[in-house]
């Protein structure tokens, strides 16, 4: 990771180049600028890096080919150590194990060595110039059993730390291989099989049962239920047919489905997912910039105290050469700081992708530890805690009509109007199977309700207010009326201007799961849950004790939602708002963290939110929290970790405790614990939410 860094910085330096930035995860390098791709492979030698353009690049079984190499390198350089050391306690005489140790150390540090050369000349003093500078001086100073087992000691490490980050990779290669890469098109009578880069909007897919689906899409024909738990994270498969949207990915379970594709390949929800997660990574998290800055201070320091150690003792007091050089080498190997360097990264790349996994995505490091020091969470009713569709939930009969007949002669009222609480009324008259037959006559009523003629009569639908102004004494259902209000449901009144036939009820219903998740984020020890709503205070009191928030703002407008979340911000420091990403985007974006709801259905809250819950599920957020949590601790073992190791070994050179291999164990494998600690959070299971 230091090394990455520095080769970021100097691709940066190079004439014609804004900016650059290289994602350790992926291996991808992006350059802004007139970028030379000579002199970036010149750069990239120095840190043994080989560089291509994305669509030059060779096949992945060059990787294994290049690991098989390095693996044959540290095999010999351990067999040579060993055969070596065995012949050295044998008394045989040094001009034949001196050799062999050599022969170690050029196997074992081959690669070292290389990147060194390259570096040096440039005086960027990396890891390899510190190790090459150890192992050379060892050699000067007759340390050939040292030399040798430093050089055999970092070829194994570099292959368990790459093995190790290779573990973090491939959480994003994973994902990269939900989708097929090839799928069934019908163009026209014809039909045949065409990679994914080939496929264009309007082609129509072919599904069978079993398949999953290539492309984004509408389907046009027939119905299955679609495992999304690739993109939204949920276990159970959805029901689905024509006109539903399915994404890639996702998988069809029974039935055969013919989909329109919607979206280019480089456009699917999948592709976005994979994109941000990619690019998460530079979004520098807190602790790494101060990791960083702290690195770039903390390495010429120990450079400089090295130094400091060769030549002062031997110089000044006295002391013979030798030791003084001997532990200034060993200073020199425990120098770089690769433990505390890579200490964040991997664990940020490990939180977001398995959060990816579990349908919440995460858009970078400075997100996920923000949502893991949260003090509050605000919450938009409709459509957030709600499902943001108002739906009946009372039929109450006050006259002579049954229930049944009350509803439809309602429904008949509201046909013609567009208004949701109609569209609602008449909703639930067809699930019950009645024939709607629009009224005569009808008007709507802004702000009150409406009326039309049924079989010649006129009759009324609407609220309190409607009837009054109809000098219509409202005394007979104003406690009706008042009773479903604090229930949090709006009532509708049924009626003519000489006698009422009863109450409709209608209330946005609370999301499974809504109040389950709440109960949860308790649990977590958040300290505090906050509702905000347009709604009137009285629905709004129903509707918080209902979910179980901790209280309630009412009859807010948009721009009220900004100045509830300044409020609480100055009340609690750091507040995630979670709302549909596109209504609340104002709140979401001055929030400590702005989390969008469904963003699997909606590219504006894929663009707009920090965080995007994939699937309408709340119970995702405590999952979130807990993963970012979880990773904040993490991150803070590792640090913690890193520099007690860093200290201690500083402070076992002046007695001339550290020897060069303690030194390679000690800063390698700090690194490689590190990285292994970070890898649990791909390990992180989902949180048991009860409704």
């Known amino acids: 990771m230091d090394c990455a860094a ?67 390198r540290a095999i010999i350089s351990g067999v040579a150590l060993v055969i070596a050391f065995i012949i050295e306690k ?49 050699v000067l100073i007759g340390k050939y059993e040292e030399g040798a087992t430093v050089a055999f000691l970092y070829a194994i490490s570099e292959m368990l730390e790459a093995w190790t980050m290779d573990k973090a990779r491939q959480s994003i290669r994973d994902l990269m291989d939900i989708a097929p890469k090839v ?29 999953k689906i290539a492309m984004d899409g509408m389907i046009m024909k027939g119905e299955s239920a679609i495992n999304q738990a690739a993109i939204t994270g949920e276990s159970i498969p959805t029901e689905k047919g024509p006109g539903a949207e399915v994404y890639a990915g996702t998988l069809n379970s029974y039935g055969s489905l013919e989909v329109e594709v919607t979206k280019l390949v480089q456009d699917t929800t999948i592709a976005k997912i994979i994109h941000m997660v990619e690019d998460a990574q530079s979004q520098r998290a807190p602790s790494q910039a101060f990791v ?44 770089c700081p690769c433990a505390l360097v890579v200490s964040t990264p991997v664990a940020i790349v490990s939180a977001i992708s398995t959060a990816a996994k579990n349908g919440v995505l995460i858009k970078g490091g400075i997100y996920l530890e923000q949502m893991g020091s949260l003090n509050a969470i605000a919450f938009d009713k409709t459509g957030t805690l709600t499902k943001g569709e108002p739906t009946v939930t009372d039929v109450v009969s006050i006259g002579s009509l049954s229930e049944d007949e009350l509803l439809q002669l309602a429904a008949n009222l509201e046909a013609l109007s ?42 009324l639908i609407g609220n309190l207010r409607l009837f009054q102004e109809e000098a219509v004494s409202t005394a007979p259902v104003v406690h009706y009326v008042e009773k479903l209000q604090q229930e949090g449901k709006t009532a509708m009144i049924v009626g003519s201007k000489d006698n009422f036939l009863g109450i409709i009820a209608v209330a946005d219903e ?23 709503t347009g709604d009137n205070a009285m629905t709004a009191k129903a509707m918080a004790a209902q979910v179980g928030v901790d209280e309630f703002r009412a009859d807010l407008l948009p721009q009220d939602k900004v100045t509830a979340i300044q409020d609480l911000l100055k009340d609690y420091g750091k507040v995630a708002m979670i709302g549909d990403g596109i209504n609340d985007a104002p709140a979401l974006a ?60 500083i402070l076992a050179v002046f007695p001339g405790w550290l020897t060069l291999w303690l030194a390679i164990m000690a800063d390698m494998g700090a690194s490689i614990v590190v990285t292994l600690n970070s890898l649990r959070l791909l390990k992180t299971k989902k949180v048991d939410v009860d409704n």
């Open 6 to 72: 520095k080769f970021e910085k100097a691709v940066s330096r190079l004439p014609g180049v804004a900016s650059a930035k290289l994602n350790t995860m992926t291996g991808k390098l992006v350059v802004e600028g007139a970028a030379d791709l000579e002199s970036i492979r010149e750069l990239g030698k120095e840190e043994n890096y080989t560089v291509n353009r994305i669509q030059a690049q060779a096949s992945t079984t060059a990787t294994p080919q290049k690991a098989d190499w390095e693996l044959r």
């Open 90 to 138: 044998l008394g045989i005489p040094s001009f034949v194990f001196i050799p062999i140790y050599l022969g170690a150390m050029v196997a074992g540090g081959w690669g070292n060595f290389r990147k060194a050369a390259f570096a040096l000349p440039r005086f960027n003093f990396n890891m390899s110039v510190l190790m090459s500078v150890a192992v050379l001086g060892a």
């Open 183 to 211: 799928a069934r098109i019908r163009r026209g009578t014809e039909e045949f099989e065409a990679p994914v880069e080939e496929i264009m909007t309007g082609d129509i897919m072919i599904i069978r049962p079993g398949e």
């Open 292 to 335: 960083e800055r702290f690195a770039a201070v903390y390495t010429p320091i120990v450079l400089v105290l090295a130094l400091g150690i060769v030549l002062i003792p031997p110089l000044f007091l006295g002391f013979p050469w030798s030791p003084w050089i001997y532990r200034g080498l060993a200073l020199l190997v425990v120098a």
């Open 418 to 459: 567009e208004h949701p609480l109609a569209v609602s009324i008449v909703k639930a008259a067809k699930l019950r199977g009645f024939e709607i037959t629009p009224a005569d006559n009808f008007k709507a009523i802004t702000g009150r309700g409406g009326s039309g003629s049924i079989n010649g009569q006129t009759y």
């Open 510 to 532: 609370v999301r499974e799961g809504s109040a389950g998740a709440i109960a949860a984020l308790k649990r977590a020890g958040l300290s505090k849950t906050i509702m905000l």
């Open 590 to 649: 001055l929030s400590t963290v702005g989390i969008a709801m469904g963003g699997a259905g909606t590219d504006t809250a894929l663009e707009t939110a920090d965080v995007a819950l994939m699937a309408d599920d709340l119970s995702k957020l405590p999952f979130a929290i807990r993963l970012s949590r979880d990773a904040l601790s993490i991150i803070k073992q590792n640090i913690t970790f890193s520099l007690v190791i860093k200290a201690v070994a």
